[in-house]
């Protein structure tokens, strides 16, 4: 199933045994290296050849006009873009006067490593220059998880059968030229050389150059310091212009002989502090890896990814495919969030430019509800991230002539930066999406002090726009009309039936949190009347029906839209978005993601079991699976309604969806969401975890495909291991005081010294629903097996 015929299949690496140049962009995304505030792409270290180079600072962006033909009141006036900014990953070498590059000479081995455990990526290369002279390269790259502004390489050179002269040049660059990419919105904006500069400097082995964005006004410094050791006589230079600084190092080798560079990186960046202070601190950082040293730093990062697995590992018994992908797909959501520290975690994380580098939904609808139960010392900050935008969502809704806060779509900073608002600013639901993932949260943490500080204000100022932004009909019913839900090939649609259940638990929510904090309610303006009134708004929020099919409609009228021609849509017609005008596509009945699904998963109490049954029957032939966030969800719930060789096939679509580049924009970046997705469609899909209110709940079942599957949940200070097999789910409690869950609604105590177990029902068998012709999950083969 790995397209790239050279990853093979290893239960804690992705292992690359030879380089191919035409999946080289998405193999750059594939093996980058992020903690959250730094990323880098896998790009080579010699910079060249490259596919898409990348280095990102979480939050360092550059404004874009977005210019309207025709603008209207409310539009957003700029966009955002993250920008490449410093590279700081390359050290070019010379042999013998001959660049190395893989273009040229021979390539006797190409082997990368992304190692799960120790958070690095390994390099071996043999190499013949063209006029015939061997070299050995390893490097290893990573980017600290303990020391957030700090990356680092082992670069080491070894001359194989004659002497040969090598030069390295270590650098420091910024303004890389970037390839232009144009033709679908899912790419990133170019904007060409955005960094100015401010200083450059050089001293010993030491680099430095300050820049700073043009029009959002950050500052942002990049240093680099070096530990060289090779034969007696080697030397070094330093240089430094305006977008590059460089280390020269010569040696002369002998065979058997090594050059070996260790460089460290530290970047740092501000929108307001001085050039002094931002060059201070990234000095500071080099002090502080300085003192650490290289196997120190590598030391570190073993021991937080050891603490990491020890909470989050998925094992997975019967599908090895399944088993390295749900590792690579935690890996990289961690990376993604572990030290984003109150920014926002991007669709992308920090592994390209795709989306523009902008958060949307994905983050507090698939990534925190993952790392909630994972690694919950991430999610305050991201949610804590959402309140400090608070302010800019205040003023928006304000804008809009709406009561409350109105986050944005999609943002760097929290301004809105969506110019097509059917699918942007009028898919409000992405305020109900963050009170979910504060409800979540809060409820499985018991982190009052976030609640106090941070959550009560964001559930009470979007309970507030919802209130605003629907309307109470004559009877009483309350109604939220001209809203996008998740699919956005249907927009501006009444009573969205996913953003109305949200939109119930937000209102609900934010009473119950306003009456545990009274005085902090009050503090905000809440009294009784307007609790009482979103209580009554939660109540008669209305869930739209068609009796005559006996199924939820997404929308208002939406079972009675033209079903899209499916028959007629050519393979090459897919993604729809690139090939049907969007007018088209709200008027039919064609969807582009788990939408009313969705709602089945996370409001899975607002729906009886044959509704969820029926429904999932109904909305399967109509989903394309346009976006990778849907996979995933239908999993969950293909799972829930005894579907398990459908969940199984989507799962694997999720689980895939980079390594395979299912969807063939992997160059852009990950599909963060996607990959999260893949821990969701095991854990709430074959370990049929929920969590509403106070209460966890399991339903395991596992397809004949997989024989084993185990997993830990973080809950209120406790850690439960679940470990399935075909038979039964026993439930371990690892750390903390008793607790009660369920097991396919019996409730089983859990206590430190007696696991307890319950049996698997037996799955009925059911005909499976058919999906748009062409559009079905990839049948998963039995990959032990078959
Ligand atoms: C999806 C959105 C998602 C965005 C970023 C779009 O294709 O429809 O739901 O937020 O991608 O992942």
């Known amino acids: 199933m790995i397209t790239h015929p050279a990853y093979t299949v290893e239960p804690w690496c992705l292992r690359e045994s030879e380089l191919d140049l035409d999946v080289l962009e998405q193999s750059e995304s594939v093996f980058a290296l992020a903690n959250g505030h730094i990323g880098w792409r896998g790009n080579l270290d010699e910079g060249e050849p490259h596919g898409l180079p990348g280095t990102y600072l979480n939050g360092v962006f550059e404004f874009r006009p977005l210019p309207y033909a025709e603008a209207r009141y409310g ?43 120790a958070g690095v990526l390994h390099r071996t ?32 050179v070894e001359a194989v059968d ?29 904007l060409g050389a955005v960094l100015q500069h401010e200083e450059d400097f050089v001293q010993d082995s030491r680099l430095r150059l300050v820049h700073r964005t043009a029009r959002s006004g950050l500052r942002m410094a990049a240093a680099a310091d070096h530990l060289i050791e090779g034969p007696p006589g080697t030397s070094t230079s330093a240089e430094s212009g305006q977008d590059l600084s460089r280390l020269t190092v010569t040696s002369l080798l002998r065979p058997g002989q090594r050059l070996r560079v260790e460089k460290t990186v530290a970047y740092g960046w501000s929108g307001v502090r001085s050039l002094p202070a931002v060059r201070d601190q990234v000095d500071a950082a080099l002090a502080g890896a300085a003192s650490t040293g290289w196997e120190g730093l590598l030391a570190e990062q073993r021991g937080y990814l050891d603490a990491f697995w020890a909470r989050a590992d998925v094992e997975l018994e019967g599908d090895t495919e399944i088993q390295q992908a749900v590792r690579f797909a935690l890996f990289h959501v961690l990376q993604a969030a572990a030290r984003a520290e109150e920014r926002a975690i991007p669709a992308k994380g920090l592994t390209g430019p795709g989306y523009n580098g902008h958060c949307f939904w994905d983050t507090e609808t698939y990534v925190l509800p993952m790392l909630t139960y994972t690694a919950p010392h991430a999610v305050g900050p991201a949610l804590r ?40 600013t009028a898919a409000f639901h992405i305020n109900a ?55 956005e090939y249907s927009a501006i649609a009444d009573d969205n039936a996913y953003t109305n259940v949200m939109a119930q638990q937000n209102l609900r929510a934010a009473a119950d949190a306003a009456e545990r904090h009274p005085d902090l309610a009050a503090s905000l303006g809440v009294d009784d009347e307007e609790t009482a009134a979103w209580r009554d708004a939660a109540r008669r929020i209305v869930l739209p029906f068609n009796k005559e099919l006996g199924v939820h409609e997404q929308s208002a009228g939406f079972t009675s839209h033209q079903v899209w021609d499916f028959a007629g849509t050519p393979a090459d017609g897919y993604p729809l978005l690139l090939h049907f005008p969007y007018f088209d596509l709200y008027r039919k009945q064609v969807i582009k993601q788990a939408d009313l699904v969705l709602a089945m998963h996370l409001r899975g109490d607002a729906f009886t079991k044959e509704e969820k049954a029926r429904n999932f029957a109904y909305y399967e032939p109509l989903t394309v699976r346009d976006s990778s ?30 390594l395979a580049n299912l969807e063939r924009n992997t160059r852009d970046g990950l599909h963060i969401a996607s990959l999260a997705g893949t821990w969701t469609a095991l854990v709430a899909g074959f370990g049929g975890m929920r969590h509403h209110e106070d209460t966890l709940s399991f339903a395991p079942r596992l397809p004949e495909q997989i024989s084993r ?61 058919q999906q748009p012709p062409g559009r079905g999950p990839a049948r998963r083969r039995w990959a032990d097996h078959d």
């Open 433 to 487: 999406d963050i009170a979910d993932a504060v409800v979540r949260y809060t409820a499985a943490s018991d982190d009052l002090v976030f609640e106090r500080e941070a959550g009560l204000e964001l559930l009470v100022h979007t309970a507030r726009l919802w209130f605003s932004l629907g309307h109470h009909d004559p009877h009483g019913v309350f109604h939220v009309d001209g809203v996008t839900g998740p699919d």
């Open 125 to 156: 290369v043999e190499w013949t220059t063209p006029s015939g002279r061997t070299v050995r390269i390893r490097s290893t790259r990573l980017v600290s998880l303990t020391q957030r502004a700090t990356a680092a390489i082992a670069y080491e």
């Open 629 to 658: 966030l849907s996979a995933g969800s239908q999993a969950v719930i293909a799972a829930e309604v005894g579907q398990l060789r459908l969940a199984y096939d989507y799962l694997g679509e999720a689980a895939m969806m980079d």
């Open 75 to 117: 539009y957003p006036e700029s966009g955002q873009t993250i920008i490449n900014v410093t590279n700081g990953k390359v050290i070019r070498l010379l042999v013998d006067d001959e660049p190395f590059d893989l273009r040229y000479g021979r390539l006797h081995r190409h082997e990368r490593v992304l190692d799960f455990r």
């Open 162 to 190: 004659e002497e040969v002269r090598i030069v390295l040049q270590s650098e420091l660059v910024a303004n890389e030229q970037l390839p232009k990419r144009e033709g679908d919105p899912r790419v990133s904006a170019s």
């Open 385 to 424: 991230w959402r309140h400090t935008t608070l302010p800019a969502a205040l003023e928006r809704a304000r804008q809009l002539g709406l009561a409350g806060a109105a986050f944005p779509w999609r943002t760097i900073d929290g301004d809105e930066c969506s110019a097509y608002w059917p699918a942007g």
């Open 709 to 769: 599957l185990a997993f830990a949940v973080h809950f209120r200070q406790r850690c439960v291991r679940v470990d399935i097999s075909q038979q039964q789910a026993t439930y371990t409690l690892l750390a903390g005081t008793e607790l009660e869950i369920h097991h396919h609604g019996s409730l089983l105590k859990v206590t430190k010294d007696t696991p307890c177990s319950g049996p698997l029902p037996a799955v009925p068998d059911l005909p499976e629903p």
